[in-house]
């Protein structure tokens, strides 16, 4: 079936108007320790959920000012989880 010529228009505004998903919008209770950066206080932070290999969720978070980077698990006590429980090598 052939497209009309405003039905890629109308997609494309579609598209626009969708949300960006929990990377730039909260999703609930934030995760202990992932409230501020540990480097420098920031509290807007880039925050991914994420499955670990052992099937653990937790979330990481990269603070846009200092660069720092940690992973806590969700249902942690705000401790950043150490690379090796990231990896799940070592």
Do not use: H, Y
Request: a positive charge; charged letters at 25%; glycine letters at 12%.
């Amino acid at each position: 079936m052939a497209r009309r010529k405003g039905d890629a228009a109308r997609a494309r505004a579609a598209a626009q108007r969708e949300s960006l998903g929990s990377i730039s919008q909260a999703q609930g209770p934030l995760p202990p320790g992932t409230e501020a950066c540990l480097g420098c206080g920031e509290r807007r932070l880039t925050r991914i959920r994420m499955a670990l290999p052992d099937g653990r969720q937790a979330t990481f978070v990269s603070c846009p000012s200092c660069e720092v980077t940690n992973w806590f698990a969700l249902e942690g006590d705000g401790t950043p989880l150490s690379r090796a429980e990231v990896t799940g090598l070592g």
